[in-house]
Nanobody
């Protein structure tokens, strides 16, 4: 059974930082491209960042480029998203994803003063 367990969210002031973690299970982690998505209240889920199976290649949505960093540890089977210079518009539930499997519960990130 494939599962995605996201953690690390919370309440942070604008300009602050958070590091999200994702612990997937049920598939061979090192074989898959991993992605982060987010869904803000009242909006559709949107892609945030991707990382290749080896971690050698990353891609970012324009709205997080230069502020967020996606990384992975294949030995630990963990995915991360380092978020810096957070803005109120980054407020959303963040999800990790691989393949065509379903979604986890996500982790809430709230950026507010």
């Amino acid at each position: 059974q494939v599962q995605f367990v996201e953690s690390g969210g919370g309440l942070v002031h604008p300009g602050g930082s958070l590091r999200l973690s994702c612990a997937p299970s049920g598939f061979t982690f090192s074989d898959y491209i991993m992605k982060w998505y987010r869904q803000a209240p009242g909006k559709e889920r949107e892609w945030v960042a991707s990382i290749s199976s080896t971690g050698s290649s990353t891609n970012y949505a324009d709205f997080v480029k230069g502020r967020f960093t996606i990384s992975r540890d294949n030995a630990k089977q963990m995915l991360y998203l380092q978020m810096n210079s957070l803005k109120p518009e980054d407020t959303a539930v963040y999800y990790c994803k691989a393949g065509s499997w379903g979604w986890g519960q996500g982790t809430q990130v709230t950026v507010s003063s």
